[in-house]
């Protein structure tokens, strides 16, 4: 099974200016979000895992009571919309405090490294520097939501289609070999 992280502030909604989606009314999801990531959750063979740094959630100047109606909102509308997530991983941590489970930290994706999953062929989906390091540290691709291209992203891009059309199309090439005792035969298809 490929696994597929996605950040959520940038890259399923759009980021605010003050970086904080605290109200329903700030929620505003990319164009064609919703769509694609269906598409994705139901005809590719990845599992959809959210995973987003909240700086300071569950302190004075970010109490959970503010962000949860927002992120269940969020949570809901993909929800509706036929899109399952595994499993949403929250960090709260500040970038000052360097603790292993913020972005680009692997704390709270170990136990995708422990079997069952294919990590050289899943990826990150992120809009910050942060989350193309995050695929780097778990030895997985990137995929990096932003109009500049990235050096170390498989893909660099704005549209929600294009990402869904690179792993549609990633997912068509397969590698077969047959060895007999007369034969040795390596077969590679695209």
């Known amino acids: 099974m490929n696994n597929d992280s996605l950040d959520r502030d940038g890259t399923i909604v759009s980021e605010t200016d003050d970086e904080m989606v605290d109200k329903i009314e ?11 990531l269906r598409k994705i959750n139901d005809e590719l063979d990845y599992e959809l895992v959210m995973v987003t ?4 959630l569950g302190t004075e100047s970010w109490p959970v009571e503010q962000f949860q109606p927002a992120h269940d909102f969020i949570l809901d ?18 970038a000052h405090e360097n603790h292993p489970n913020r972005k ?14 294919d990590i050289s062929n ?3 989906l992120g809009d910050r520097a942060t989350d193309v390091q995050l695929a780097d540290n778990l030895g997985c691709k ?19 289609k294009e990402i869904y059309e690179f792993l549609r199309l990633s997912q068509r090439e397969i590698e077969v070999k047959r060895k007999t005792n007369e034969t040795d035969i390596s077969i590679k298809l695209n």
Do not use: C
């Not at 700030?26 to 694609?36: G, I, M, T």
């Open 104 to 117: 680009p930290g692997i704390g709270m994706l170990t136990g995708y490294l422990e079997g069952g999953y």
């Open 122 to 124: 899943s990826y990150v």
């Open 142 to 160: 990137a995929i990096h939501i932003w109009p500049e291209k990235t050096t170390h992203a498989e893909l660099t891009t704005e549209s929600w």
């Open 77 to 94: 509308t993909l929800k509706s919309e036929g899109i399952h997530f595994e499993a949403i991983h929250v960090d709260e941590h500040f």
């Open 26 to 36: 700030k929620v505003r999801f990319l164009p064609e979000a919703l769509y694609y």
């Open 53 to 56: 740094n909240q700086d300071g």
